[in-house]
């Protein structure tokens, strides 16, 4: 129930929340009653959608057989927690597959994510990640390689404004924001997009660090902000903000997008 009071104190609508130890390998343990619970008071909060994202642990492409095994088998576990608390899916990481060859972690992440996708009950939602050294997918051309290889309608995709920025997209600027929804417009996965992380950058564009600061704070700025959120690609997409600190500072940067976007 803390993540309902929490929302509500923060004025927050779209909510994300881990559903165990976001780094360990323990899976949700949630009582049918809890469950119940749960829904009854994320409803009757006025709540929703509501997201989980899966432990940090989990790569979908790793090279290690056995981390592999375990980050299918908790990434699942995960998967059939979101169905019993009435969770619109499950954030998941492209993955890295570290020094292996590129085409061998790809391969691995998309019979990964073809695995859990085969037996969700919602959305395996995709994340790109910030360009680190063996990521799968940190770019939009990356994705679309990503879903060819699945090839399943219950993946869908998130993209971080702070991965991106890393990445190498100009959010900063006008014309780069343009270029990158231009970018997965042509790629066909704008219909796929259900989450934006609305993050700020610490470092900046093409870093290649994941390193959140707070919206208007950081590298992408107030000015690369305004023009993200009048994408008519975001209308119907749930924002979420994983910025460091207290709920004040959550209310703050749920406050900024909202005048932002009005």
Request: contains cysteine; glycine residues 10%.
């Amino acid at each position: 129930m803390g993540a309902v009071r929490a929302a509500t104190e923060c004025g927050a609508q779209a909510v994300q929340i881990f559903a165990s130890n976001p780094r360990g390998w323990a899976p949700p343990r949630i009582a049918r009653a809890e469950a119940t619970l749960f829904r009854e008071a994320f409803a009757n909060a006025g709540l929703g959608p509501l997201f989980v994202h899966a432990p940090y642990l989990v790569n979908v492409a790793s090279p290690s057989p056995e981390v592999l095994r375990r980050s299918i088998e908790l990434a699942g576990l995960t998967l059939a927690a979101c169905g019993e608390i009435g969770a619109a899916g499950l954030v998941v990481h492209a993955g890295s597959g570290g020094t292996s060859e590129p085409r061998e972690a790809l391969a691995r992440a998309g019979a990964s994510l073809r695995a859990l996708a085969r037996d969700a009950g919602v959305p395996v939602v995709v994340e790109l990640t910030a360009g680190t050294a063996g990521s799968v997918a940190a770019t939009i051309p990356d994705a679309l390689r990503l879903f060819e290889t699945v090839d399943h309608p219950a993946l869908a995709l998130c993209l971080d404004t702070c991965h991106l920025f890393a990445a190498g997209y100009a959010l900063d600027r006008p014309e780069g924001v343009a270029a990158c929804f231009d970018e997965l417009g042509a790629s066909g996965l704008g219909s796929r997009l259900v989450l934006v992380h609305a993050n700020d950058a610490k470092h900046g564009r093409g870093s290649r660090l994941d390193r959140h600061e707070h919206v208007g704070e950081g590298h992408i700025g107030v000015e690369g902000f305004f023009e993200i959120l009048r994408r008519p690609e975001l209308a119907d997409v749930a924002l979420v903000v994983e910025t460091p600190g207290s709920l004040q500072d959550h209310a703050r940067n749920i406050a900024t997008l909202r005048r932002l976007a009005s």
